[in-house]
């Protein structure tokens, strides 16, 4: 006659998690919530939600001027999160922080080149038109000759601000 094995089969163990670790896997989703509460309506039709996590978002978007209430319901929102599969919300989420990341460092470049033009005039105006041909010279020299006028001046900065839109328009991402 057999006994009761001593040691469980290892399909039978529960593995203890500490109540700190589930906090803060906890505070972890309830943020991936706060995180898909904040996108626009047009990054958040992008993201794989089923329509329960769908209608409590709404929800949230309503509670917006009341502090407590949403609180509770990002709370709400977070434990909704720990029975799905969050690897794709996830990956939604971290393609729009990339895509800011690079929206950001564009514009940066802009700014970049659009202070180089007031500072450096022709010699940067002809190192920007060497690399992008189909800008144009004159436009850019007159923009910029215009900003440093203003800049010196103390005048509102009409010309410097008309430099960065154009090469905004002109310099793709």
């Known amino acids: 006659m057999r006994h009761h ?11 203890w998690v500490s109540k700190s670790e589930m906090k803060r896997e906890s ?20 993201v794989p ?22 609180r ?9 999160m720990r029975s799905r599969d969050i ?5 939604a989420l971290n393609a729009f922080d990339q ?5 950001n460092a564009h514009f940066h470049k802009l700014e970049q080149w659009r202070d ?19 800008l144009d ?7 910029a000759r215009t900003g440093r006028k203003e800049l010196a001046a103390g005048l509102p900065p009409k010309a410097y601000r008309e430099l960065f839109q154009y090469l905004k328009q002109n310099l793709e991402p």
Not at 27 to 46: F, I, M, S, Y
Not at 49 to 70: C, F, Y
Not at 99 to 103: G, H, L, P, R, T
């Open 72 to 80: 509770r319901h990002l709370q709400f929102i977070g434990k909704l």
């Open 87 to 91: 690897t794709a919300i996830r990956d």
């Open 137 to 143: 010279r004159q436009k850019l020299r007159q923009l």
């Open 5 to 15: 094995d001593e040691h469980p089969d290892h399909d039978d163990e529960i593995e």
């Open 99 to 103: 895509k800011s990341a690079a929206a």
């Open 116 to 134: 180089r033009l007031i500072k450096e005039g022709d010699k940067a105006v002809n190192d920007l038109v060497a690399q992008y041909r189909q």
């Open 27 to 46: 505070q972890a989703l309830q943020q991936l919530g706060t995180d898909l509460v904040r996108l626009n309506p047009n990054e958040l039709a992008k």
């Open 49 to 70: 939600l089923d329509d329960e996590l769908k209608e409590a978002i709404a929800l949230a978007h309503k509670l917006a001027n009341k502090r407590e209430a949403q």
